[in-house]
């Protein structure tokens, strides 16, 4: 049968399948951005967004991916003077590194695809740097690795430096206490574990971040602009007035099922989706000490094309799971596990991904995933 976009298991690690609620919200009619309804909605969304942040600060919302909440804390924090130490270990981190060299003076420490940063390196790299900043990408989607965060936000704090992180496919999937790791700007995007629509970048920003921000720090993406706002719920610019109407309501299912119980709820399926992975024989491209629970990647057996697996579940079945980017194109392919995915959706992929595998002719152990997956089902 033909792919049909409007029917299909969606197993993306972003942009996520979008609940019903959600998607009626999109269709409530046009409404002025001064008018106190609407401000009514920035507030229920700033408080809503405090909460999956676990942080008191201000978190403001600005109309683009979550690459603009990247700038945006770059262009608010860097002149060229200013040092900056980078974490590279996948694309989005090296995007991050990339945007903090365009507005800083960049020094970045690099991991493997697939592995963790050396802390320790990282330590001495920011001892001798001394940099105003520190960049790094919390759970990296191109690979699948979750870093550190917590312990990168210590070694920058004990030599007085920031931390900007993007943990785009982190909050609201795994726990981020923003406040209790003091990250100092954190990142993420509407359409991942938020379980929103794509175009809507969302920023903390912690009191030191804000007493270090260039009051001239761009233009469009200047943070003190949206924090001045964000105080009177409001917006420097014109919002993307339906997204935020529809980010209310994805909040709103975050909060009715509890915040805790979502992670819960994340976990679960990642360890029944690695669990049938396992069960079939094939390999994880990430020690297990640092495998996001967001997203998972895994390796095509030897002489399995990408396009007779996942081309096939798109095109035959209206199963929709991820590739792989750069140096992992073609070699491995990703199924995500973040927002409201079902375990039934998960289950069902499952199914037919094993069946295109054995078509596709990968060695795998027929008919035992099922067990292992439905061990972890509550």
Request: charged share 20%.
């Amino acid at each position: 049968m033909a792919f049909d976009p409007d029917d299909n298991t969606f197993l993306l690690p972003g942009p996520v399948k979008i609940h019903p609620r959600v998607l009626r919200a999109l269709s409530r009619p046009a409404m002025a951005h001064r008018d106190p309804g609407f401000v009514d909605i920035n507030r229920r969304m700033n408080e809503r967004l405090q909460e999956v942040f676990q942080t008191a600060s201000p978190v403001v919302t600005i109309a683009g991916s979550g690459t603009a909440g990247m700038e945006a804390a770059a262009v608010s924090l860097l002149r060229k003077s200013d040092a900056v130490v980078s974490l590279d270990g996948g694309k989005f981190g090296n995007r991050f590194a990339q945007l903090a060299g365009h507005y800083g003076d960049s020094t970045v420490v690099s991991a493997e695809w697939g592995q963790p940063f050396d802390l320790d390196v990282v330590a001495e790299t920011v001892a001798r740097v001394k940099p105003k900043l520190v960049t790094l990408t919390h759970n990296e989607t191109s690979t699948t690795v979750t870093n550190d965060l917590r312990r990168v936000c210590e070694i920058a704090h004990e030599h007085g430096a920031l931390v900007a992180a993007d943990c785009i496919t982190s909050i609201a999937g795994i726990p981020v206490p923003v406040d209790g790791w003091g990250v100092d700007l954190a990142v993420t995007g509407s359409q991942k574990a938020l379980g929103m629509p794509s175009g809507l970048a969302f920023v903390s920003v912690s009191e030191a971040a804000k007493a270090a921000m260039y009051a001239d720090g761009g233009y469009y993406l200047n943070l003190l602009k949206y924090v001045k706002k964000n105080a009177d719920n409001d917006t420097p610019f014109t919002p993307a007035i339906p997204l935020h109407v529809a980010a209310v309501e994805a909040l709103d299912i975050i909060h009715e099922e509890g915040l805790e119980n979502r992670f819960a709820k994340v976990r679960r399926q990642a360890n029944a989706v690695r669990s049938a992975i396992e069960a079939m024989g094939l390999e994880f491209m990430v020690p297990a000490s640092h495998r996001s629970d967001t997203v998972t990647a895994i390796k095509y057996p030897d002489g399995v094309a990408d396009k007779d697996v996942r081309g096939v579940l798109k095109n035959k079945h209206n199963v929709i799971i991820a590739g792989a980017q750069d140096a992992w194109k073609g070699k491995v392919f990703r199924i995500g596990h973040m927002g409201t995915v079902s375990f039934a959706e998960l289950a069902g992929g499952l199914t037919l991904l094993e069946k295109v595998l054995l078509e596709a002719g990968a060695p795998i152990k027929k008919g035992v995933w099922a067990e292992a997956f439905s061990a972890h089902v509550p």
